[in-house]
């Protein structure tokens, strides 16, 4: 497998062309390589350097990432950005990143693995953006408490950046949306769910939370979002037998 073929087998997997038109990430393949075959594929959440030297060390022909280094608009390639490029091309790296497809992926996205983390049933698609779900709610049947909840969604014992417990006291609804989605509470207190899971806090939705009586908790933003990456590399690994690495740079954002 090339990096041509990997592409085809990601957008056959992920439905990347789907989502073109919500998404200003240029996902797909955002730097190539001279050629050859791919051995080993490094997955991380974010193209930074830190990730892209580590797979260069690990011996990765390619990173796939969550965060790309390129969103739908020119970027001038400076300081930071060129360190990048020249990482991945000195390396002949290619890098593939996969944004919004990845937190929507039925089985393989953040939203996903993260309802199953929950312990979510009756699944249905929720957190409409540029006209499309991109989350998941459902119930939790038995109910749990808060403090259960936390440690589904953190099961490394972390905390979450930040936990608003303005709702019932026993969960019996959920809903999800990775990332930096705390706006999107609005859609789930329109929907009468009793939690909002989120990876980033904004002091603009506190009151309304509040007001409505719902739970909220943002876990962190790289904390949801380490699922996709993780799961999309499992898959690779099983289906083709090739070797996948993760690399975990965690922001504490």
Same mark, same amino acid.
């Given at each position: 497998?090339?990096?041509?073929?990997?592409?085809?087998?990601?957008?056959?997997?992920?439905?990347?062309?789907?989502?073109?038109?919500?998404?200003?990430?240029?996902?797909?393949?955002?730097?190539?390589?001279?050629?050859?075959?791919?051995?080993?594929?490094?997955?991380?959440?974010?193209?930074?350097?830190?990730?892209?030297?580590?797979?260069?060390?690990?011996?990765?022909?390619?990173?796939?990432?969550?965060?790309?280094?390129?969103?739908?608009?020119?970027?001038?390639?400076?300081?930071?950005?060129?360190?990048?490029?020249?990482?991945?091309?000195?390396?002949?790296?290619?890098?593939?990143?996969?944004?919004?497809?990845?937190?929507?992926?039925?089985?393989?996205?953040?939203?996903?693995?993260?309802?199953?983390?929950?312990?979510?049933?009756? @699944?249905?698609?929720?957190?409409?953006?540029?006209?499309?779900?991109?989350?998941?709610?459902?119930? @939790?049947?038995?109910?749990?408490?808060?403090?259960?909840?936390?440690?589904?969604?953190?099961?490394?014992?972390?905390?979450?950046?930040? @936990?608003?417990?303005?709702?019932?006291?026993?969960?019996?609804?959920?809903?999800?949306?990775?990332?930096?989605?705390?706006?999107?509470?609005?859609?789930?207190?329109?929907?009468?769910?009793?939690?909002?899971?989120?990876?980033?806090?904004?002091?603009?939705?506190?009151?309304?939370?509040?007001?409505?009586?719902?739970?909220?908790?943002?876990?962190?933003?790289?904390?949801?979002?380490?699922?996709?990456?993780?799961?999309?590399?499992?898959?690779?690994?099983?289906?083709?037998?090739?070797?996948?690495?993760?690399?975990?740079?965690?922001?504490?954002?």
């Amino acid at each position: 497998m090339d990096l041509k073929d990997f592409d085809l087998w990601c957008r056959s997997l992920l439905e990347i062309d789907a989502l073109s038109a919500a998404d200003d990430s240029l996902n797909g393949i955002q730097l190539g390589r001279r050629g050859g075959s791919l051995e080993t594929v490094a997955f991380a959440v974010d193209a930074c350097a830190e990730s892209m030297r580590r797979a260069r060390d690990a011996g990765a022909q390619a990173l796939f990432v969550h965060h790309g280094i390129f969103w739908g608009k020119p970027q001038r390639l400076v300081g930071p950005a060129l360190e990048r490029i020249r990482l991945l091309l000195e390396a002949d790296m290619g890098l593939y990143a996969c944004h919004l497809p990845l937190d929507k992926h039925p089985e393989l996205g953040n939203n996903a693995v993260l309802a199953r983390l929950l312990g979510l049933t009756e @699944l249905r698609a929720f957190g409409n953006f540029r006209g499309s779900n991109i989350g998941f709610s459902g119930r @939790l049947d038995p109910e749990i408490g808060l403090d259960e909840a936390v440690r589904r969604i953190l099961p490394d014992g972390s905390r979450p950046r930040t @936990l608003i417990a303005a709702g019932p006291e026993r969960l019996r609804s959920a809903a999800i949306v990775s990332g930096g989605a705390a706006f999107e509470v609005s859609q789930a207190i329109e929907g009468g769910f009793d939690l909002y899971v989120t990876g980033e806090p904004s002091h603009s939705v506190y009151h309304s939370a509040v007001e409505a009586g719902i739970n909220f908790m943002a876990a962190g933003h790289y904390a949801t979002e380490v699922w996709g990456v993780k799961a999309v590399a499992e898959r690779l690994a099983r289906e083709t037998g090739m070797k996948t690495i993760f690399i975990d740079v965690p922001t504490g954002l």
